[in-house]
C-alpha cells in the first residue's frame, strides 16, 4: 500500500512518550484541549504532519506560520502532542493513522490517547474513556466512565483501530459535550481527567472562564429568543 | 495490479478451518448470523482487515475497540469467520475478495462459506445454496434448496467469483428473507442449516426469541396502522 | 502503463484458434450469440477475466457460480471464446482490450473475431463486417456487407483499435438490430454467417423459435396498443 | 511521473520531418485540413496514438478499422502527421503534449506545427501564427499574421507549452473562422499558408467547393430564417 | 510519494538568490507585481513548471508562446521569480509548494517570498508580513505590518507549510486589497515594500496610473448607480 502520509519532525526528546492525538470533530473538544496545552505549557512544534490531501492553508500567531497539523513535545509532562487545525476528510484518515500509530512505535511510545468529544445531548460534562484492550481499562476506570457501547467516527476512530491492528495500547479519551457549539467547560472536564490519569496538574480556570463568557452569551440569546421569536442567532466563535 | 486491502492477524490455530465470510447486505442475515456465532461462542478477535476504503469508525463492545472487519476463529468449531460491521462498497469489492481468497489459501482452508441474505418478498425462511462447483454442491443439496438461477451482488459475490478464478471450493448459503428489516429469524434458519453441513450444534434460541419481539412489534404496528392511517413507523433496532 | 486486467485461466487445448469476443451492447446481440454457443456446444468455461472495475456479481447456473467475463473453448470448432455478461464501462475498456489482444498473441491466436450488434432501425437482419486490414475483408466480404462509414464504439472498437495497434488481424462481425429490445434473431444471422465464414455448422433453430416468441409479443402489444392508447408495456426478457 | 499516452508506429521515414498535429476543435478547421492532406496525398496509418483516456470508439473507412488518433507520414512532403478523429480531455493533455514532444526528437523532427482553428466572429479567413521562439516567427511572419496577444487552450495549447519545456521548435498556425460550424474554407486557408511556409502544392479545390455547398446551404437557411421564424435548423454534416 | 510536478530550467545564474513565488490570488496583486517585474526588468523566462493538473493553456506574448507557470531570473537585482498566469488548485497545491521548496534548497536560494494579496474590505493599501520564523520577522517587521493571526490559504499558504517542515526560511508579504477587483495600487505597494526589505529601487509609476485610471473609471460607474439604479456593471479588464 502506498502511503500518502508523512512525518516530519526534529528529534524527539521525550523518552518513552504518552503520545496524544487531536483531530478537529464535536464541539472541538479535543482541539480546544490539545490548544490549551500548547499555551499554558508554552509548547514549540517540533515537526508536522503532511498529506497531499490536507488543505493548503498556513495558520498565523504572533505572525509566524503554523502548518495544518503539527507535533508538540512535553519534557516534563512526558508526553508528544499531535495537534490538528483541520479536520481531516475519511479518505486521508486511514493513511494519516496507520502512519501516526507506526511512528508511535518507532518513538517508543507507550501509549496513544487519541482526545475528542462525544455528543449526548445533555446537559452534562462526563468523561468517557475507551481502550484497545480489557486491561486498559484499569488504567482509567477509575477517573472516566467506560464508554461500554457505541461508535467513534471519524480519524479518533481509525487510530484506534490501527491501534488494535498492531497491537499498540491505545485509549481513547472523550469529553462530553450538549451541543455542535465550541466546547471549552468539556475540554476542562477532559482536562481534569487527563490529570489524574497521567498524574499531570495542568490548569483549566482559563477554560471554565472561557466556558463561563459563551455560557453567559448562550444564556441572554436564549432570553432574547424567549422575548422576541424570530430573533437571529448571534455567532459563536470558532476555535482551531 | 496494486491491492489496497491487507490482512492483519495473529497465528491461526485451526488446522483445515471452515472460512466464514460475512458482511452486511439484505436484511442483516449474514451478519446476525455471524455476530450470533461470536456471542455464543464467546469467540475473540485475532485479527482484522483493512482498507484505505473502509469507513473510518470504530465499534465499542463494553467499552474495547472493534475495528470494522474483525478475523475470529474457533478451535473446537474448526472454523474461522470474517464478520464486518460495516457494508463494503462496490469499488472494495474485488480487492478484499481477492485479498481474502488469496489468505484462505494460506492458511489451509478447505472451504470458503460466503453468508448472506437473498429477499424473496415471500414469508418464508428457506435457506438457499450455490457453489464454485457442482461437486461442492453434493455436500449442501441436503441441507438448503440450490439457488438455480439468479445473481448475488456486493463482496458475497465477488469473494464466489474469485474463488472460481483460483480453483478455490467456495460455497454461498442464503437465508431467506421476507423484506429490508434485520431479519433474526432468518439468521437462525442459516444457522441450522450451517448445523447440519458442517455438523455443527450451534443454538439459535437467542435469535428465535429476538424474532418474536421484532415480529410482536410488527404486528402492534400493524395493527395500529390499520385503526389509524397516517401512523409513523417506529424505527427498528438496527443490528450490526 | 499499469494494466488492472488480468486474464486468469487453464491451458488453452486449441491449437491457433480463433478468438471470439462477445460484451452486451445493443439488441445484445453479440452476448445471446456467444450464450447460443455456450448450451449448443455445451461449452465449460476454462477461465476468467477479472478487473477492479468490473461490478461486484455473480450469476448462477444450476445452482453453479459464473464470473461475469468468461472464457470458453471448443477443441472441435477452433475456437476461444471470451463472454461477458456485464457490460464493460468506457473507463475499463482500453485496459481490458489491450490484456485481450496481448493475451490473443500468447495463445497462438490467428484472428480475432469482435461480434456484436448494430442498430439501423430498419427491420431488416443482415450481417455487416470490417476488418483491420484491407486484405482481412476478402476473408469476409462473400459473406457479410462490409460496414464502410461509421463508428463502433465500446469495447467492440477499443479491441479493434488495438488490433490495429498491434497489427493483430482483427474482424467485426456485427448483426443488424433494429431497436433497443433483445434481439436473437440477429444473433442468428450473426451466427449463420459465421458458420459461412469459419465452416462451422451451428444450429440456430432454438433462437429463431425464441426471436417468434418475442416477435408474437410483440405483435400482440402493438395491437393493444392501437386499440387502447396508454397501455402499460410488458417487461420482455433480458438476456445475460 | 507516470504517463498514460503511448506512441505505436513503425519505423517513420521521413529524415528531419516537420511534425504536424491536428486535434478537433474551434470549426474543426485543423482536422479538416488534416483530413485533406490525407485524402488528397492518399496517406496510410503508419502508426497510433494510445491512451487510457481516449474514448472507446473506432471508426470505419471503406470497412477498415482506424483509431482515432493516427500517425501518418509523406515522404515526398517530408512531414509526419498526428491526426486525431476525437477531441483530447484536458485531463490527458499534458500526458499526451509530453509523449507527442519526446517521441518529436526521437525521430529528429525539426519543426512541430500545431494546426487548429481560432474564432474570432469575425467573417474573415486569415491565419494567425504563434512561435515558441522569437526567431521562428521569422519563418511565418510573411505568410500569417502573428498572433500577438491571447491563448491557446486545448492540446494546441499545451504542445506548444511542452515545446517551451524541452526547447522544441514549436509553431501554431491557426485558422480564422467566424463560428462553431464545421470550416472547411478557414481549412483551404490554413493549407494555403502552409504551402507557402513549407513549399508546398497541395491543392485545396475540393474543400473550396464543400465551403460553398455549407455557405450555400447557410445562405438559404438565413432566408428561410429571415421569411418565417421558429424554423428549425438543419443539422450540417459533422466532420472526423 | 509521488509527485506530479516537475521544474524544467536552465542553469539559474544568480547565487544565493531570494526566490518569488506568484500564484493568482485575491485582487491579483501578486500577480500584477510580478508581471510588473516582468515588464519593468524586461526578463526572459528561464524555465517552467510543469504539472499534470495544470490546464492546458498557452498564452501568447508578441506571439511567443509562454506557458502559464514560469521562472524568470534577475542577476543585477538577485533574486529568482516563479511567475503563474493559472491559479492552482488545492489538489495539486502540496504537490507543488513541495517541489518549490526543494529545488529552492537546490538553487541555494537564500529566502522564499510568497507574494499575494489579503482582502481586509478596509480601503487601505498596508502590506502585511509573516514569516516561518520569528528571527524573520525582525527583517521585515519596519517595512510591513506583522500580520498577527489569521490563515494564508492556497498555494501561497502550502508554499509557507513545506518552508517550515524543512525549516528553509520563508517570508508571506500580502499586498491589502479593499475587494475583489484587479489592484495595481495594492500591487504598487506590495513592491514598494519590497524595496525597502530587499533594497531594490523597482519603480511603480506605471502601476500607479493603471490604478488612477481603475480607480477614475470605479467612480464613474458609483456616480452613474447613483444616478441611475439597475445600471448594468462594465466589465473591468482583468489581470493575468
Redesign the interface.
Known amino acids: ?2 502511503l ?1 502520509t ?1 512525518i ?1 519532525v526534529d528529534g524527539i526528546e521525550v523518552e518513552k512518550p504518552v503520545l496524544i492525538t487531536s483531530f478537529p470533530g464535536i464541539g472541538l473538544v479535543g482541539t480546544i484541549a490539545s490548544a490549551h496545552f500548547i499555551l499554558e505549557l508554552n509548547l514549540e ?1 517540533v ?2 504532519i ?3 490531501l ?15 497539523v503539527r507535533i508538540y513535545q512535553s519534557k516534563d509532562m512526558g508526553f508528544v502532542l499531535i495537534h490538528s487545525d483541520v479536520p481531516v476528510i ?2 486521508i ?3 494519516m ?2 502512519t501516526i500509530v507506526q511512528w508511535a512505535g518507532e518513538i517508543g511510545a507507550k501509549r496513544i490517547y487519541s482526545i475528542a468529544g462525544v455528543a449526548t445531548f445533555e446537559d452534562k460534562r462526563r468523561v468517557f ?6 486491561e486498559l ?1 484499569e488504567e482509567i476506570k477509575e477517573h472516566v466512565e ?10 479518533a ?2 487510530i ?7 497491537k499498540f495500547p ?1 485509549i ?1 479519551l472523550l469529553g462530553e459535550t450538549g451541543g455542535f457549539n465550541p466546547d471549552p467547560r468539556a475540554a476542562a472536564s477532559l482536562i481534569k481527567a487527563m490529570n489524574k490519569i497521567l498524574s499531570w496538574n495542568i490548569n483549566v480556570e482559563k477554560l471554565i472562564k472561557e466556558a463561563e463568557i459563551i455560557e453567559a452569551q448562550m444564556q441572554k440569546l436564549a432570553e432574547q429568543a424567549r422575548m422576541h421569536e424570530g430573533v437571529k442567532r448571534e455567532e459563536l466563535p470558532m476555535y482551531g
Chains 1, 2, 3, 4, 5 share one sequence.
Open positions: 500500500m502506498v500518502d508523512e516530519i512544534a515537526g508536522v503532511e498529506s497531499k490536507l488543505p493548503p492553508v498556513a495558520s498565523l500567531f504572533d505572525g509566524v506560520v503554523l502548518p495544518p475519511p479518505q484518515a486511514y493513511d493513522s496507520r474513556g475507551a481502550a484497545t484492550k480489557k481499562l467506560i464508554f461500554k457501547t457505541g461508535t467513534i467516527s471519524g480519524i476512530g481509525s484506534l483501530n490501527e491501534c488494535v491492528a498492531k491505545g481513547a
